[in-house]
T-cell receptor
Framework: DAGVIQSPRHEVTEMGQEVTLRCKPI?????LFWYRQTMMRGLELLIY????????DSGMPEDRFSAKMPNASFSTLKIQPSEPRDSAVYFC????????????FGDGTRLSIL | QKEVEQDPGPLSVPEGAIVSLNCTYS??????FMWYRQYSRKGPELLMY????GNKEDGRFTAQVDKSSKYISLFIRDSQPSDSATYLC??????????FGAGTRLFVKA
C-alpha cells in the first residue's frame, strides 16, 4: 500500500521566494496533519484538517504560512515570503477515522532558505 | 512543565543489549500511547500502539504503560545495529492532537 507521499523531498530557495510543499495522504484517511521538525523544537504541529476542513491552525507560526486541502487526496503548505528561519523538515501525516488513531508520516520535505 | 518528557540521549549500547527507552507525561487524561522510530532523513514510522495500561509485545519490541506513574517504556531485546535511530514516544487523549516527545537517539554498536 502506498504511504503518505510528499514532494519535493528537498527544496533550496532564496529568502523572499514562495515555497509550496505538497502531500498526498493515505487513501481512506480522513485526517491530515502538517508538522515542522527542527533540532531545537522537535516536532511541531502546524495545522490539522478533518474531512478536508481546517480544524486547528493555531500552530501556524505567521500569516506567511497557509495550507489548503482542496480534496481528500491532496494538500499544500505554502510559505510566502520565505525566510531563513523557516528552514526545517516539514512532514505531512494522515490518520483514519476514530479517536486516538495513530498518524502515519511521509518522508518529509527538507527545506533550506538561503 | 512539558506534557511529555523524553531524554534526548544519545544512548549507545553494544549489539545484543537490552535497550530501555522511557517517557513521562503529566496529563492523566492521555489514553493512547505510541512509539515511533525515525531513521535519518526519513519520516517517523509507527512501531507500537497501545491503549491504556499494560504491556504489548511485537517481536523484539515491548511497549509498557504505567498510567498510575504516568510512565511509558519501550524495550528492545537483542538490539541490532539496524535499530540505530531516533525513537519518539507519542501520546493522545482520544482527540485529534498527538503530543510527541523530543526523541531519544539510539546507537547500537556492532
Amino acid at each position: 500500500d502506498a504511504g503518505v507521499i510528499q514532494s519535493p523531498r528537498h527544496e533550496v530557495t532564496e529568502m523572499g521566494q514562495e515555497v509550496t510543499l505538497r502531500c498526498k495522504p493515505i487513501s481512506g484517511h480522513n485526517s491530515l496533519f502538517w508538522y515542522r521538525q527542527t533540532m531545537m523544537r522537535g516536532l511541531e504541529l502546524l495545522i490539522y484538517f478533518n474531512n478536508n476542513v481546517p480544524i486547528d491552525d493555531s500552530g501556524m507560526p505567521e500569516d506567511r504560512f497557509s495550507a489548503k486541502m482542496p480534496n481528500a487526496s491532496f494538500s499544500t503548505l505554502k510559505i510566502q515570503p520565505s525566510e531563513p528561519r523557516d528552514s526545517a523538515v516539514y512532514f505531512c501525516a494522515s490518520s483514519s477515522r476514530g479517536h486516538g488513531q495513530p498518524q502515519h508520516f511521509g518522508d518529509g520535505t527538507r527545506l533550506s532558505i538561503l | 512543565q512539558k506534557e511529555v518528557e523524553q531524554d534526548p540521549g544519545p544512548l549507545s549500547v553494544p549489539e545484543g543489549a537490552i535497550v530501555s527507552l522511557n517517557c513521562t507525561y503529566s496529563n492523566s487524561a492521555f489514553q493512547y500511547f505510541m512509539w515511533y522510530r525515525q531513521y535519518s532523513r526519513k519520516g517517523p514510522e509507527l512501531l507500537m500502539y497501545t491503549y491504556s495500561s499494560g504491556n504489548k509485545e511485537d517481536g523484539r519490541f515491548t511497549a509498557q504503560v504505567d498510567k498510575s506513574s504516568k510512565y511509558i517504556s519501550l524495550f528492545i531485546r537483542d538490539s541490532q545495529p539496524s535499530d540505530s535511530a531516533t525513537y519518539l514516544c507519542a501520546i493522545n487523549t482520544g482527540g485529534f492532537k498527538t503530543i510527541f516527545g523530543a526523541g531519544t537517539r539510539l546507537f547500537v554498536k556492532a
